[in-house]
């Protein structure tokens, strides 16, 4: 006849419950904290990647930043070259620079005539032949100022004598002025890149025809 639970030996019946416990603590595991530890595992892993690449990101904001200094420097240093040789000849602003630094020196230009330009490889010279008079020391401060100008600018062929009787056209010299004075300025700009022929290879057939 089949006992009871109750019927069981107390180490019988302790037995029982200690497997009911554990078979109760194995499938509240299996079934409760596996999914868990299991999902927590693979969240920390997440963490982890997501952490591992926000330090590239910051790494690269970091670089980034630092090529955007680079180029900022780059781009005024560019300017300040352009400044001083031009993509463009400006023959105007230069002539009007260079009259105005006559007059603040206190030095009358009574020729400015252009040169032929002459072409190298990098840059063109623009060369200006020039008549001046006024008194030495003024005709110092006027070479001074003209090689502390913006613009590059070179000084040839000068020679010194009597502030009269040279230039062209007609013009009173104060009594003031004790020297006259012929040279040369040049000034550079770019060499023009070459204009690229649109027209190719196609352009070079039909001009073979």
Request: charged share 20%; glycine share 8%.
């Amino acid at each position: 006849m089949a006992k009871g639970f109750n019927d069981l030996p107390p180490r019988t019946q302790s037995l029982v419950l200690a497997v009911l416990a554990l078979s109760l603590a194995g499938a509240i595991f299996w079934y409760y904290a596996l999914p868990e530890s299991t999902q927590l595992e693979s969240l920390q892993h997440q963490v982890a990647h997501l952490k591992a690449e926000n330090d590239r990101n910051e790494a690269f904001k970091s670089e980034q930043t630092e090529y955007r200094n680079r180029i900022a420097q780059l781009s005024e240093q560019l300017k300040t070259l352009r400044s001083i040789v031009p993509d463009e000849p400006a023959t105007d602003a230069f002539i009007k620079s260079v009259y105005d630094t006559g007059v603040s020196s206190g030095v009358h230009i009574r020729t400015f005539v252009a040169e032929p330009q002459v072409s190298k490889e990098l840059y063109v010279e623009m060369p200006f032949r020039l008549r001046l008079d006024g008194t030495y020391y003024r005709l110092l401060q006027f070479f001074d100022r003209l090689a502390h100008s913006q613009r590059i600018v070179t000084v040839s062929n000068l020679s010194l004598g009597s502030p009269g009787g040279g230039g062209l056209g007609s013009y009173e010299v104060s009594p003031a002025e004790t020297v006259g004075a012929n040279c040369v300025i040049t000034t550079y700009y770019n060499q023009p890149q070459p204009v690229a022929n649109p027209g190719g290879a196609k352009g070079a057939n039909r001009a073979r025809e």
